[in-house]
C-alpha cells in the first residue's frame, strides 16, 4: 500500500514518507529485520533512489526531491548494514543489489541514446 501511495504523492508527501521509513528502521532493528522480508520494498526502494539520483545528475531536484533522495540514501544504508551484521543470508541482500544493478544497466544500454557507462581497465 505504501509503494502504491508512494507512486501517486506530491514530493511534499513522499519526503514525509521516507522520513518516517528512515526513523522506524534507524530506531528500531527489528523494522529492518521486517522490511528485508519484504522483496517488493527493497526494489522500490533501489527504483526510488535511482530515479532521484537521475534527477540529481541532471539538476531537476526541487529541495524535496533532493531530501527523499537523502533521507531514502540514509534509509537504504540503514537497512544494508542490518542485513549484512545482523542477518544469516545478509549476503542475499548484497547479491539482490548486484542483480538490480544488472537489469538496470542491461535496461539503460538497450536505449537508443544509452547514457555512457564508464568502464574501468587494467
Not at 542477518?87 to 548484497?94: A, R, S
Amino acid at each position: 500500500m505504501l509503494i502504491n501511495f508512494f507512486k501517486h504523492a506530491d514530493e511534499n508527501a513522499k519526503q514525509k514518507m521516507m522520513q518516517d521509513i528512515y526513523v522506524l528502521v534507524k530506531w528500531n532493528p527489528a523494522n529492518c529485520a521486517s522490511i528485508l522480508k519484504v522483496q517488493e520494498f527493497h526494489s522500490f526502494l533501489l527504483d526510488t533512489l535511482y530515479d532521484y539520483q537521475i534527477l540529481l545528475y541532471t539538476n531537476e531536484l526541487d529541495a524535496n526531491s533532493t531530501l527523499i533522495w537523502e533521507i531514502g540514501t540514509k534509509a537504504h544504508t540503514v537497512i544494508f548494514k542490518h542485513a549484512l551484521l545482523q542477518e544469516v543470508d545478509g549476503y542475499k541482500y548484497l547479491q539482490n543489489i548486484f542483480i538490480w544493478l544488472h537489469n538496470k544497466r542491461a535496461f539503460a544500454l538497450s536505449k537508443p541514446n544509452p547514457i555512457k557507462v564508464i568502464t574501468l581497465s587494467k
